[in-house]
């Protein structure tokens, strides 16, 4: 049973978030749901580049939104040197430093890891970037579709002879700003041991790489023999395993073992599509995909619905599911009963949803986050806890060191 008292398992540790769009901003999203006092820096006027960005209400960003929920907000023009000590003061209190910025900009304005680690040793400073702070590329900027296009994982989608879909979810932005909280609670855990803090390099290339599960490792202990192709709706090295139509609408099968294929052709052909000797293992079913593959998709076809369908397999015992819609996805009660749609109060909103993080523990409760913070909403409370006065906050604001949104 959860404990809604239990304390989160990140509380006491203080995070900048000096990132933008969504690797960097994703990453301290978690660490903030964990517990950690997560600081959104931004740059006045615009702030996060996120802020623009889609879906737009009231001139409010639920992209931003979903990103930046439970944290605390505060604008600087790091071209004072007014807003520069300040973020050095408070690089010297916190345990972890995010940005995503091309690597050696922050060094221009002494927000370097060199400078902010000698500053305070115990700091943790992630960066995140296209291509990491080493080797040939590591200057050159990059998105996500960059790192998800040079990573052959575009390569191996959609149809042959035609050009790659985009995949319309942010891989390699999610994937790193995933893998990118996993080093920083190592670096932690290490740091309880060393005393020190460290540089975590990470690349949405690098991950965007590692994710491979078959493809590269195919060709490499191939010695490049195996080339993997686009396949479509299809994947013929794992007969049966893809996308099929019911009149009605899409569904996936996945019948890929010799004892769900069995399954699979008792259903759709009886005893004899189950004796068949072409379809027996694997490697057959393989060698004749294209034949199970034609049986598969009449029996689809031939359903009265694609609901029919996906309960004729259930009672069989064949996975398979429903290609859902957007529209199903928010109203499936599946997502309802994991929590996975927040429900938050927003100051100019009102009630606003989004999309939760999967984190579910048996003794804690994460509870809802607050609302992403509006453009430098915690400023002075930021500002007063480092130590500076009501004046000298006075004085930044008048300066512009310190913007605050009048939204």
């Known amino acids: 049973m959860t404990n809604p008292t239990a304390p989160l398992p990140l509380q006491g540790i203080k995070v900048i978030d000096y990132s933008h769009f969504l690797a960097g901003p994703f990453l301290s999203r978690q660490l903030a749901a964990l517990g950690a006092d997560v600081i959104k820096v931004e740059r006045p006027r615009a702030g996060d580049a996120g ?43 916190a345990d972890v430093f995010v940005e995503n910025y091309r690597p050696g900009a922050l060094k221009k304005l002494g927000l370097g890891y060199e400078e902010l680690s000698e500053l305070n040793p115990r700091l943790i400073y992630a960066s995140v970037s296209a291509f990491g702070h080493s080797g040939p590329l590591s200057e050159r900027p990059g998105f996500g579709l960059i790192a998800e296009a040079m990573s052959g994982a575009m390569s191996i989608v959609g149809t042959e002879g035609a050009p790659p879909p985009l995949f319309r979810m942010p891989l390699a932005d999610m994937y790193t700003g995933s893998h990118g909280a996993t080093a920083v609670l190592a670096a932690i855990i290490s740091r309880m041991q060393t005393g020190r803090g460290q540089h975590v390099d990470l690349a949405l290339y690098d991950c965007m790489v590692s994710m491979h599960d078959y493809a590269l490792q195919g060709y490499l202990m191939s010695d490049g023999a195996e080339m993997p192709k686009r396949t479509g709706d299809n994947l013929p090295d794992s ?79 064949v996975p398979a599911a429903p290609i859902q819609t957007i529209a199903e996805v928010a109203n499936d009660p599946q997502v309802a009963a994991r929590n996975m749609v927040l429900e938050q109060d927003h100051p100019k909103l009102g009630k606003v949803k989004v999309p939760n993080l999967p984190f579910k523990f048996s003794g804690l409760d994460l509870g809802t986050p607050v609302a992403a913070p509006g453009l430098g909403e915690h400023n002075r409370d930021l500002a007063l806890e480092l130590g500076f006065s009501d004046a000298e906050v006075d004085a930044m604001l008048e300066s512009g060191a310190l913007y605050t949104s009048a939204d």
């Open 51 to 93: 802020r623009a960005s889609p879906t737009q209400r009231e001139g409010v960003s639920g992209y931003f939104l979903q990103q930046n929920m439970g944290k605390r907000g505060l604008c600087l023009d790091l071209r004072q040197p007014q807003a520069v000590e300040l973020m050095k003061r408070l690089a010297a209190t």
């Open 239 to 317: 007969t049966v395993y893809g996308c099929f139509s019911a009149p009605d609408g899409d569904l996936v099968i996945a019948a890929q073992v010799d004892d769900t294929w069995l399954k699979l052709a008792h259903l759709i052909g009886g005893e004899a599509l189950a004796a068949d000797v072409r379809f027996h293992g694997a490697a057959n079913r393989n060698d004749h995909n294209a034949e199970a593959i034609v049986l598969v998709r009449a029996w689809c076809a031939a359903q009265s619905s694609r609901a029919a369908a996906l309960a004729a397999l259930d009672a069989a015992g």
